[in-house]
Structures are given as structure tokens and as C-alpha cells.
């Protein structure tokens, strides 16, 4: 069964700290993707990865960045962490590009 | 307006009782349909694909889809306390499902 795990389930952040979301993959599988879950505005897409190094925006990739420097982990990176990034962040992962998604089960992030 | 409208929910049933979740959305180039279910304090797991119009069943769960109204629904058969859970629908343009388009959401309690 495809595992895909997050580094934390719970993080709490100060106004302008770097902050990193870790995801890793157990299954090899090619792609990876990074969402963030709020109420009323469903799952969006923040950025997603096709292969090791390579990364394409998503719909809302301002003030994010990613990491993909091995096949089986991406990471997120908030680089200067805000209010407004106060979220629950979903990493998600597929074998092919025509495959529906392995989510893991979140990153709930509060930034005071 | 969003491209993807849900059913808002919440939805309570009894024991038993037959569920319909359901989707419009506005893209018509949309092909690909899936459905997640969300289980509280995890990540979404997929219930449904499917690419062509019509039904497709699983279980007690049937998917289905209309192309030509842009309309897609889950049904749930003799549900259960453990079918309590968030149900997301989510639709793509092309070949990646992963940049899928998200409803917001229905949550569903099924009364035991």
C-alpha cells in the first residue's frame, strides 16, 4: 500500500520565520504535489513536481517554494511565513501522469 | 464563480439510507472525475475515477457522470456509521489528474 508521509502533523510558526513541510514517498512513484485545504475554498494546488528537480507552479504559488532533490521527497518551503498561510497543507503523490492521488494525511500549520 | 460547485452539506442520514453527493462544474473540457473521501484529521483517499460518462459502480458506492448537464454525483447505498466522512469531488482538463479541480466539500453523518 502506498505510504506517503509528513514530517508533522502540527506546527506552530512565528510571522516571518522559514518554514519547511516535508513529504516523503514510499511507492517511486514520479510525481508529487503540495495542496492547501481551507474551509470554503476547497483543496488548491500551491506547486507539483513531474521528476527529481524539476517543479512547475501550481495555482497559488506565491510566497512558497519547493524542493525536490530526491525522487521520493518534496518539500515545501514558506519562505517568509505569514498570517494567511495559516492552513492545513496536503502533500500528495501518483505513478503516472493519468493517475488520481496518494495524499498523506497533513500538515495542520498555524502561524502567529 | 468557481469551476467546480459542491453540494454544501452537512448531510445527515439514518442507517441505511441511501446518499447522493453531488458536483456541477462549468469546464467542459473537464475528463477525468474522481471522488475522495476525507475521514477527520487525515488525508483524502480516492473512492471513484472514472473518465466517460455513465455509471460506474464499486461496492455500495456508484459513480456517476453527465457530461452533457456537467454533472456528477456518488451515490451511497445502505450506508454506514463508517461512511461518516467529508466527500470531495474533483475533476481535471487533461491527462494529470493530479492538477485537479476540488469541490469544497460535503460532510456526511450517517446516524447509527
Known amino acids: 500500500d502506498v505510504k506517503v508521509t509528513q514530517s508533522s502533523r502540527y506546527l506552530v510558526k512565528r510571522t516571518g520565520e522559514k518554514v519547511f513541510l516535508e513529504c516523503v514517498q514510499d511507492m517511486d512513484h514520479e510525481n508529487m504535489f503540495w495542496y492547501r485545504q481551507d474551509p470554503g475554498l476547497g483543496l488548491r494546488l500551491i506547486y507539483f513536481s513531474y521528476d527529481v528537480k524539476m517543479k512547475e507552479k501550481g495555482d497559488i504559488p506565491e510566497g512558497y517554494s519547493v524542493s525536490r532533490e530526491k525522487k521520493e521527497r518534496f518539500s515545501l518551503i514558506l519562505e517568509s511565513a505569514s498570517t494567511n498561510q495559516t492552513s492545513m497543507y496536503l502533500c500528495?503523490?501518483?505513478?503516472?501522469?493519468?493517475?488520481?492521488?496518494?495524499f498523506g494525511n497533513g500538515t495542520r500549520l498555524t502561524v502567529t | 464563480q468557481k469551476e467546480v460547485e459542491q453540494d454544501p452539506g452537512p448531510l445527515s442520514v439514518p442507517e441505511g439510507a441511501i446518499v447522493s453527493l453531488n458536483c456541477t462544474y462549468s469546464n467542459s473540457a473537464f475528463q477525468y472525475f474522481m471522488w475522495y473521501r476525507q475521514y477527520s484529521r487525515k488525508g483524502p483517499e480516492l473512492l471513484m475515477y472514472t473518465y466517460s460518462s455513465g455509471n460506474k459502480e464499486d461496492g455500495r458506492f456508484t459513480a456517476q457522470v453527465d457530461k452533457s448537464s456537467k454533472y456528477i454525483s456518488l451515490f451511497i447505498r445502505d450506508s454506514q456509521p463508517s461512511d461518516s466522512a467529508t466527500y470531495l469531488c474533483?475533476?481535471?482538463?487533461?491527462?494529470?489528474?493530479?492538477?485537479?479541480?476540488f469541490g469544497d466539500g460535503t460532510t456526511l453523518t450517517v446516524k447509527p
Open positions: 500528495a503523490s501518483s505513478p503516472r501522469i493519468d493517475s488520481p492521488l496518494h
Open positions: 474533483a475533476m481535471s482538463t487533461n491527462t494529470n489528474a493530479g492538477k485537479s479541480t
